[in-house]
């Protein structure tokens, strides 16, 4: 198998939502195409942001096949798998390779924290599940299970896993990683707020979530860090930042669905238990 390069600034889109609550396609064909044509280097569908454990199996598909189509090869299109067990990882990645996926993002296992056996052993099983190339989430911050350095030792055998999209919030974890594995790994920062650090230190790559609103600053930044233009690049990033911090929050589908909406017409509808924002939190955004 040839593994793709996958680099450059990846956003993690939101789901949108029509006001009854049902998948609006229409509007996700429309921010994903303004997304590309804004020059965005690939697509991440039904990560956290977009709300992948409110979604059924058959909405996750139909987003993917929407995401796919959209895109028409311009950009890869990566799936989100979140699942709670290895049997639905398996099988939603068998899916999502079905309905033309380029590439799938693995986050560990939901609602029960795994040991490093277990861990291992979940990555490895979902990577036979298909041919599609990989990318290892790692959030310890909000999921509780670890994939440490060592780990992506362990794991660099298996040449189906091709990326990491780090989001320990240790910037020393990227040079770490390169350090154990050689480059083995195309390293993507998963962290809005430490995005710039990343890029500067190794990361080839950015998913980013306030890129769904301002797409054109997220890619310029990501140019200017990887040309080398340090001030310009610090200087867009310092406007930025107050905006970026709403991505490092338990409610930060509620604050970019509403930057989304103020920005690019995007919609504030999500997936009960989630509700719109109300008082200081919302006159904040």
């Known amino acids: 198998m040839e593994n793709p390069r996958w680099t450059g600034v990846y956003p ?10 049902l998948v609006d396609v229409d509007a996700i064909e429309k921010h994903l ?14 990560g956290s942001l977009g709300e992948n454990q409110a979604l059924t199996s058959d909405e996750k ?45 693995v986050l560990p296992p939901m ?16 990577a036979e599940a298909s041919d599609l190339p990989i990318m290892i989430y790692n959030n310890p911050v909000s999921y509780k299970t670890d994939v440490s350095p060592e780990m992506f030792v362990d ?12 989001s320990s919030g240790i910037t020393s974890r990227i040079i770490d990683i390169i350090n154990l594995t050689n480059d083995r790994y195309q390293i993507f920062t998963g962290v809005d707020t430490i995005a710039l650090e990343s890029l500067l230190i190794g990361a080839v790559g950015w998913v980013a979530g306030l890129v769904c609103a301002f797409p054109e600053e997220t890619v310029e930044i990501h140019r200017l860090a990887t040309n080398g233009s340090i ?6 990033y310092r406007w930025f930042m107050p905006l970026l911090h709403l991505d490092v929050s338990t409610k930060l589908v509620q604050n970019i669905k ?13 997936r009960s238990p989630r509700l719109p924002l109300v008082g200081k939190e919302r006159e904040c955004v």
């Open 33 to 46: 195409d303004w997304q590309i044509r804004s020059g965005v280097h690939g697509i991440i569908a039904i």
């Open 258 to 270: 509403l930057v989304e909406s103020i920005v690019c017409e995007g919609s504030e509808v999500m």
């Open 155 to 166: 794991l660099a055998d298996e040449e189906k896993f091709v990326a990491i999209k780090e």
């Open 12 to 21: 993690a889109v939101t789901t949108k939502f029509t006001e009854s609550g």
């Open 61 to 105: 598909q139909l987003i993917i096949k929407t995401a796919v189509a959209t895109s028409a090869g311009r950009v890869p299109v990566l799936a989100g798998a979140a699942e709670n067990s290895t049997r639905a990882a398996c099988r939603f990645v068998e899916d999502s390779a079905k309905n033309g996926a380029d590439g799938v993002m």
């Open 231 to 236: 001030e310009e690049a610090r200087a867009l």
């Open 111 to 126: 609602v029960y924290p795994c040991d490093q056996r277990e861990t291992i052993d979940y990555f490895r099983t979902v």
